[in-house]
């Protein structure tokens, strides 16, 4: 609906908790996706909405950009990527690793990082 009105396409992610440093993460911020215990892509934070569900529990809505980033491996727990990971902590984006792996066939890249050797 929102292509067809002319808007910018996006997903949102609801969470209970609410950035702190809001601003500092709509300048340039990312949610980092951990999938089967590895940082594998990021969406870029375009926006945080804050409301209040049926219950009356405060929420999040997580505004993302549409494009979804592949990164370089990073084994990692789950966490709430938008609060914890600092820019010096971040996986490259896989587009700036030429030469380093990021053009290796996705089953390589994951059996390489879950040696730790990516």
């Not at 089967?36 to 929420?59: M, P, S, Y």
């Not at 491996?73 to 792996?101: I, T, V």
Request: proline share 4%; net charge negative; with cysteine.
């Amino acid at each position: 609906m929102a292509i067809a009105a002319g808007l910018d396409p996006h997903s949102t992610h609801t969470t209970r908790m609410v950035p702190k440093r809001v601003d500092e993460l709509l300048d340039g911020g990312s949610l980092y996706w951990v999938i089967k215990g590895q940082v594998q892509a990021r969406q870029n934070l375009l926006d945080i909405e804050t409301f209040k569900d049926d219950d009356g529990i405060g929420r999040c809505n997580l505004v993302l950009g549409s494009e979804v980033i592949e990164t370089e491996y990073q084994p990692r727990r789950a966490f709430q990527g938008w609060r914890y990971l600092h820019a010096s902590e971040a996986p490259r984006d896989l587009s700036s690793l030429s030469g380093e792996g990021g053009e290796l066939p996705l089953e390589l890249r994951r059996e390489l990082a879950e040696l730790g050797l990516l």
